[in-house]
C-alpha cells in the first residue's frame, strides 16, 4: 500500500526541502519507488536541492490545470530506478492548486509508487492546506530552537484537525555541544512540549549545505553523520526499530588511555 | 368573610422579614402590603429598617419585583435589603449548574489554540506556549501550564488556577494579570495562582491555598456561586 508523507514546520528555513531531498534518497536507496511532490508554487527549490532543475518542462500547476499528463512532468533521478520528481511551478501562485487536485494527482501516483513525499511550503495558509490535503502521515521538522519548536507546536494542533495519522518528529540542525552548554533547547525539552513520537535527529553539519550546493542530497554519502541520521530515519519509516544515535565527539587516545587506567578526567 | 392574610412581619435582629403568601395573585399582595406597611405607625426618630423579604414558592419577573421594591421603599424608613424566593427558572437553574460543573477535557492545547469554558476547567494534558485556556470558574492542569491560563474571565476574582507544573507566560484571574519575569526561570511543580486581599495574583502551594479559598469544597461551591 503506497503512502503519502508531507514533511511541514510552520517555520521557513528549518530544512523541509532537505529533510523531503534526502529521505527521498535514502528510501530509493533502500529500493523503494518514490515520488518527491514540491508543493511550495513560486518558491520551488526542490529541485535544485536534487540537482534537476535543468530538467524541468512542465510543472505540478500544468499537470493540475490539465496542461499535460501526470507523466509528463515528472522527472526521472538518472541516478535510482526509481526517484522521481514532481516540481513546483516558479511563475504561478498558491491559489492556482487546489486541495482537490492534490488528492487527485496523489492518488494517481499511489498507483505507480510505494512513497510520495511531499514538501510543505513554510507557514499556514492555502499552500500548507494543498500540502496536508492529500496526505497519510506528517512528519514535523523542528530546530532545536525555540522559535521553531513553537510554530512546530501550532502545526502539530492543525494536523490533530486532519485526518491524518498522528504526526512524527524530526528534529535538525543539532549542535551538540551548545545542547550541552544548556544554549539550546535539548532533545527531551523538545519532545516534552511537542509530546508526539520522535522519528529521528539530524545532527548540523557543513556537509549538507555542501552537498546540497552541488545537487547531490547528503544522503548519498556513504558515513557522514547526517547521511546516516536520513537513512536511519527511512529505515525507521519501513518500520524497522533502529536507536538513535549518539552524537558524542570521538574521545581522543589520551582521554581513553586515562579511562581504562581509572584515571578522572 | 375571613380575611386572609397574606403578609406577616417579624422583626429579627437585623430588621424585618415579610413572608408573603405565594398562593394569592400578585395583585393580591400588593394590595395589601401596601395596606398594611401604612398601618404601622412610625417613630420619626428611628433610624432606616431594612426589610428582607420572603416569597415563597413565588416566582417574581424582574419588573414584578422592581413594582415590589418601589412599593416598599414609598414607605417611609424602610429599605429593602433582599428578596428571596424558593424557586427560580429553568434558565438561571441550566445556567447555574453550567457555572458549577466541572469540564473534563483531555488534550495538549498547542500554541495557536483556545479552550474557552463556562464553569470549572480539569484540563489532563499541557497548556504549551502559545495556547490559552479560558474558564469562567476555576481552571485545574493536570499537566505543564506553559502557556496563558485566565480564570473567572467573566470577572470572578475569586477563581484560582492550579497546575501540577507552573510554568506560564501569563496567569489571569478576572480582570487582573501577572505575567511570568523577563529573566529564564524554572517552573515549580504543585502550585496555585490566586487573587489575594491586596488585590495581586499570588502563587503559593497548593495547601495554602486550599486553606483561604473554603468554598472549593464540593457542593458549598457551587451554592456560593449561585
Redesign the interface.
Known sequence: MAEAIVITSGKGGVGKTTTTANLGTSLALLDKKVCLMDTDIGLRNLDVVMGLENRIIFDIIDVAKGKCKLKQALIKDKRFDYLYLLPAAQTSDKNDLSPEAMIEMISELKKEFDYIIIDCPAGIEQGYKNAVAGADQAIVVTTPEKSSV??A??I???L?QEELEPAKLVINRIRNHMMKNGDMLTIDEII????IDLLGIVADDDEVIKASNHGEPIAFQPNTKASISYRNIARRILGESVPLQSFEEEQGMLTKMKKFFGMRN | MIKNQYVTIKGTRDGLTLNLDDTCSFQQLLNELDKTLSQDDIDVEQSMITVKVKLGNRYLHSDQEEQLRTLIRQKNKLVVQDIESNVITKEQAMRWKEESDMRIITK?V????VIEITGDLLLIG?V????TVKATGNIFVMG?L?GIAHAGYKGNQDAVIMASYMHPVQLRIATLYSRSPDYESDGVYMECGYVDQSGKIIIDRLQVVAKKRPELNGFERSVLNG
Open positions: 513553537r510554530d507546536d501550532r502539530i494542533g492543525l490533530e516534552q512540549i511537542l509530546s | 495538549t498547542r500554541s495557536g489554540q499541557d504549551n506556549p502559545g495556547g505543564n506553559r
